[in-house]
Each structure stands twice: as structure tokens, then as C-alpha cells.
């Protein structure tokens, strides 16, 4: 839920690849086609949504989670205004409910943890539900297909998710996911990062 997304990047442009969020789009650009099928587990302000929606086109189909109204709110929005609201839909709920409502092969689903920038910081992504919606984004991949993590150590409890994430990729097997972790060197050892996990093309 929490975002350093550039809208210029989110609306497709090019943009310099300075925080997780960049570099997960730049990840996701190679990798979800026009027509593919992909999930934002927090859909947050809308920005990842919107960038989702724009990769997929109108044959394409994007599910977009969050539990606050107001995430909601400002995604329809943010989508009605670049035309992008007939590719998503929208669910005000948890993404660990994500495998119940979501049954078709994903290309990605795309994770960014914590709070919602302008919202209450007070509601925050926590270890087993995000590891129990990753888990099941993972199942559902496609040969090829990817689960980007948007992690944020900075916050108070930010650092236990993101180790209990760290911990759940640690442990896919090797021989059908790929998994990276991506941190900045130049930048605060609590500075946002991104984990990568592929599942690996056969």
C-alpha cells in the first residue's frame, strides 16, 4: 500500500529506475503482454492499478485488491480518468482471500506493502496475510510470470513482514522459481526494496 510510484511512470512513460516501484514496473513492462491476466494485491492510490490496466489493454483483466474504501475510492477514480476501468476489477477486501475470487493464470501480481501514503498509518500490511496472498499468487503464475514485493522496513512492523516475506521465497524450490532480492547500495539499509520471484520458464 505504500508507493514512491512516479505517475508519469504509472501512466506507461519512462522513468528512472530509483525505488522498488520503478524497478518492479521495469520488471513487469518485459513481462505482461496486452491480454494477459495479473492481480495488484493493494491497490493503494491506484498508480500500480492503473500502470497494470495500460499493460493488459482492454482484452486484458486486472484484480485489484484493498481493504480500505478509500484505496477504492481513489483507484475507480484514478482509472475512470484514463479510461482504464473496464479492464479492472475492483475488490474491497483482503488479498488473502485472493485464490477465491481469482481463478485464471496470472502473468504477475504485484505487491506494495505497508500503509497508504496520504491514509492511516496505523493500517498496515502484515506477514500472514501477505504471505498467505503471495502464496497463492505464486500457484496461480504462468510459465514465465512473476510476483513482484514492494517491501518497506522503514515503518513499525514493516521490518517483520518483510522478513516473513523474505522468509517465504527463501524457501520455493529452485527448480521451479526463481527469486532475487533487489536493494539499493547507495541508500538507508531501511530504504524500500524489492523482492522478485519468476517462475521459471520451462
Given amino acids: 500500500m505504500t508507493s514512491t510510484d512516479n505517475p508519469a511512470d504509472s501512466c506507461g512513460e519512462s522513468a528512472d529506475l530509483r525505488g522498488a516501484v520503478a524497478l518492479a514496473h521495469h520488471f513487469l513492462r518485459n513481462v505482461v503482454k496486452p491480454g494477459d491476466r495479473v492481480v495488484d494485491a493493494t491497490c493503494g492510490n491506484g498508480n500500480d492499478t492503473l500502470f497494470l490496466a495500460k499493460l493488459v489493454g482492454e482484452h486484458g483483466r486486472v484484480w485489484a485488491f484493498d481493504i480500505q474504501p478509500s484505496a477504492i475510492e481513489k483507484t475507480s477514480a484514478l482509472l475512470a480518468a484514463h479510461q482504464c476501468a473496464s479492464q479492472v476489477e475492483l475488490i ?41 496472498a503471495l502464496a497463492q499468487a505464486a500457484a ?16 513499525s512492523g514493516g521490518d517483520d513482514e518483510s522478513q ?39
Fill in 140 to 155: 496461480l503464475l504462468t510459465t514465465g510470470g512473476i510476483v513482484t514485493v514492494a517491501a518497506y522496513p522503514g515503518h
Fill in 92 to 132: 474491497a477486501g483482503g488479498h488473502e482471500g485472493l485464490s477465491a475470487l481469482v481463478k485464471e493464470p496470472l502473468s504477475a501480481a504485484v505487491f506494495n506493502l505497508g500503509f497508504l501514503p496520504g491514509g492511516d498509518k496505523g493500517c498496515i500490511t502484515h506477514g500472514a496475510t501477505t504471505i498467505a
Fill in 164 to 202: 516473513a516475506v523474505e522468509q517465504w521465497a527463501s524457501g520455493l524450490p529452485p527448480h521451479i522459481f526463481n527469486v532475487w532480492r533487489h536493494r539499493q547500495l547507495n541508500r538507508s539499509a531501511v530504504a524500500p526494496y524489492l523482492i522478485l520471484v519468476e517462475r521459471r520458464p520451462s
